[in-house]
């Protein structure tokens, strides 16, 4: 049994990075079988999925659609905020209630960044003893070995690191898409916002090499891929940790000589962004002019104490550059608000930047607090509903500008890849805008992985509908 630690998980070294390749070699043990997989958080997660499935796929487990039919669940947990642990063990609930009643040999695991914390461990080892394993970010390439310790001994796995971590090529992948996929680029993080708990759970930043990058992106490009987004939790600062003169303007760079149709990457940090990325951004057709760029807060003060080492100015004069060079550019951004201290004030600034500046989408969260991390031992924490009353106000005055923004949209026509029939209605196809917007529109199936001009008849708030 290996416990998480938080305090070596704070640790931050010069030692070098290894990296490494998978070897992990075992017989089919899962020949027969069937697993589930359910994904919570980040694109990260989603891309660790692809990894989780792809090593069950290759002892020879294969996917199943519904955790009544499965032999082996797997939960692949996000611990950003609290109500992410809420959903986690909710759904716990359900997945003991079929151990108990139809089937007492499911294995069920959890893995990702909610196995990194030792209060949630603490809690399985204490409450949740019909969990059969559970595996932390950093050993996630032997998953195989723990499953196949469980079932060999039949004794709850825990299996956690808390170090800074490697870098493991070659991990067996099995793609959601066949027409977009995911490419890590980094790992870990070392910023240290103070309300997050991601430098945690993930360790230290490590760069992949520039030629893994790259060899993996032409490699998907011969397999059809029309799109990659490049991965990280702040790639801006990609290479910083391995190289002394390639960042990831050289990387853009590189990755758009490829020729792979369509680029985008995330997340951005305005502290590593420089103009010289801005600059590569604008020149390249296929690197696409959509940047998701958290602001956090429009308040000198909250920035300052969330650590995000940016001002209220420097984000504008950046989101100001993104807008003018890159043409036809749209820019997301992420931001939190009841962060401890905040007053009316503070918040008034974020409202600020939210009329000023046009963000394409906002994704608004209520400040949670994290067992570990700086802004949870602050004091002047906010009470929850002064908290929710400005995140009303925040997603009132921003919806009112959104059907501004999709207005300039109708009439015009876009590129998008076509991803496949929307979810809501299965006559109807989806899919993106370089801009990263959803469009939905009447057509035949074959139009599924290509990319194709739609004229733009109509916005709906959250979608547009389009006409081929
Ligand atoms: N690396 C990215 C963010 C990853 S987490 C970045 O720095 O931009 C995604 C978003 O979750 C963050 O941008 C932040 O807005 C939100 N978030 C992180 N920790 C949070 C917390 N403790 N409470 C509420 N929101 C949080
Ligand atoms: Fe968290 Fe900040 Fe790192 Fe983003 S940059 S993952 S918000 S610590
Ligand atoms: Fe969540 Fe971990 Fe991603 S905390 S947001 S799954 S890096």
């Not at 600034?349 to 700086?374: A, L, P």
């Not at 004229?455 to 709906?460: A, G, L, Q, W």
């Amino acid at each position: 049994m290996k416990m998480p630690n938080m305090i070596d998980a704070k640790k931050r070294n010069n030692d070098k990075i290894n990296y490494v390749n998978y070897n992990v070699s075992l017989d089919k043990f899962g020949e027969g079988k069937k697993f589930f997989v359910r994904t919570y958080g980040c694109q990260m997660n989603e891309h660790d999925s692809e990894k989780i499935k792809g090593m069950l796929k290759s002892v020879g487990y294969t996917e199943c659609d519904s955790v009544d039919n499965a032999d082996i669940v797997i939960l692949n947990t996000c611990a950003i905020r609290e109500n992410a642990h809420d959903k986690v063990f909710g759904f716990l609930g359900v997945l003991k209630h079929i151990k108990d009643t139809k089937n007492p040999g499911l294995l069920i695991g959890i893995c990702g960044c909610m196995s990194q914390e030792k209060v949630v461990v603490d809690e399985i080892l204490s409450k949740y003893k019909y969990v059969d394993f559970v595996c932390g970010t950093h050993n996630l390439d032997n998953l195989l070995n723990i499953i196949k310790d469980k079932i060999d001994n039949n004794t709850q796995q825990i299996e956690v690191l808390s170090y800074e971590g490697d870098v493991v090529e070659g991990v067996p992948v099995v793609r959601d898409s066949i027409y977009s996929a995911w490419v890590d680029i980094q790992y870990g993080c070392d910023k240290f916002c103070t309300y997050c708990i991601v430098p945690y759970t993930r360790g230290k930043q490590r760069s992949r090499t520039k030629e893994s990058i790259i060899e993996e992106v032409k490699k998907l490009k011969k397999d059809g891929y029309k799109e990659v987004t490049l991965l990280g939790q702040n790639v801006n600062a990609y290479g910083k940790d391995l190289y002394n003169d390639y960042n990831l303007a050289n990387l853009l760079s590189d990755v758009s000589d490829t020729g792979i149709e369509r680029i985008r990457f995330v997340t951005s940090h305005p502290w590593d962004f420089t103009e010289k990325m801005v600059d590569i951004i604008a020149s390249r057709d296929n690197i696409m002019p959509y940047i998701h760029l958290p602001l956090q807060s429009g308040s000198n003060k909250i920035l300052k104490l969330m650590n995000r080492r940016y001002t209220k100015e420097e984000y504008l004069k950046l989101y100001n550059s993104i807008r003018s060079k890159v043409k036809n550019s749209s820019v997301t951004t992420d931001i939190i608000v009841g962060f401890p201290g905040e007053t009316e004030e503070d918040f008034e600034d974020t409202i600020d930047v939210v009329k000023q500046v046009n963000f394409e989408q906002i994704f608004m969260f209520i400040y949670s607090r994290r067992v570990g991390t700086r802004a949870d031992k602050m004091e002047n924490q906010i009470p929850e509903e002064i908290k929710h009353k400005r995140f009303d106000r925040l997603k009132q005055v921003f919806e009112e500008s959104v059907e501004e923004n999709n207005k300039k949209y109708v009439g015009t026509t876009q590129k998008i890849l076509v991803e496949g029939h929307s979810k809501n209605n299965q006559d109807m196809l989806t899919g993106r805008t370089d801009t990263n917007k959803v469009v939905i529109f009447e057509g035949p199936e074959e139009l599924i992985g290509k990319i194709i001009n739609i004229k733009i008849v109509s916005e709906h708030k959250w979608y547009l509908k389009g006409e081929v």
